[in-house]
């Protein structure tokens, strides 16, 4: 199993920053990517940004040039370095992992973290 615990979260104004993390512990080693989703109310979740096992990122479009998913693997911890937040960005951030656990996708989810832009 991997247990996730994210962190980070907060109120801040519109054009500020914050700092999101994903703290990994458990079967690490089998962790194929690590993603970040977000979830506003009323809406479905949806992927932020990626980072694969061998170190490849991706963001969505609506995020790409002020979001920076990155790890550091010594801590385990994947973070999410907001920049130029909008208040359209106010949402429950929830970090994701993916394994493969003999031939079967298996995901872990983190507890979320609140997010709140204001205008």
């Known amino acids: 199993q991997v247990q996730l615990v994210e962190s980070g979260g907060g109120l801040v104004q519109a054009g500020g920053s914050l700092r999101l993390s994903c703290a990994a512990a458990g079967s690490i080693l089998s962790i194929l990517v690590i993603s970040w989703y977000r979830q506003a109310p009323g809406k479905q979740r949806e992927l932020v940004a990626a980072?694969?096992?061998?170190?490849?990122?991706n963001a969505a479009d609506f995020v790409k040039g002020r979001f920076t998913i990155s790890r550091d693997n010594p801590k385990n911890t994947v973070y999410l370095q907001m920049n130029s937040l909008k208040p359209e960005d106010t949402a429950v951030y929830y970090c994701?992992?993916?394994?493969?656990?003999?031939?079967?996708?298996?995901?872990?989810w983190g507890q979320g973290t609140q997010v709140t832009v204001s205008s």
């Open positions: 980072i694969t096992s061998g170190g490849s990122t």
């Open positions: 994701n992992a993916r394994r493969l656990v003999g031939s079967v996708l298996v995901d872990s």
